[in-house]
């Protein structure tokens, strides 16, 4: 079994920051893409940032220039750095894996719980 537990969410005012976590664990042979979502009340679920095995990024128009996606592949996290924060990243966040368990030839993809972020003054 793999899981993905993300932290790092909560209040903050508008043109702050926070820095969102998502550690993997369990049986886990390959991490090959990672990702971050988001999901807005009452809005679909929307990909803000993704990060491949190697480091190469891509973001959503609406996060360019204020977040920061990274990983560690050593602790099999990724981080998500926000900046400048609007109203408008109200939101929960999932992060979001492909992982090759061990002792399988197939890639198996991933959810974390979520993580509420709220930008408010």
């Known amino acids: 079994q793999v899981q993905l537990v993300e932290s790092g969410g909560g209040l903050v005012q508008p043109g702050g920051s926070l820095r969102l976590s998502c550690a993997a664990s369990?049986?886990?042979?390959?991490?090959?893409?990672m990702y971050w979502y988001r999901q807005a009340p009452g809005k679909q679920r929307n990909l803000v940032a993704s990060i491949g095995s190697g480091g190469s990024t891509n973001y959503a128009d609406s996060v360019k220039g204020r977040f920061t996606i990274s990983r560690d592949n050593a602790k099999n996290t990724m981080y998500l750095q926000m900046n400048s924060l609007k109203p408008e990243d109200t939101a929960v966040y999932y992060c979001?894996?492909?992982?090759?368990?061990?002792?399988?030839?197939?890639?198996?993809?991933?959810w974390g719980q979520g993580t509420q972020v709220t930008v408010s003054s």
């Open positions: 369990g049986s886990i042979f390959r991490i090959y893409g």
């Open positions: 979001n894996s492909a992982v090759q368990p061990v002792g399988t030839v197939t890639i198996q993809n991933y």
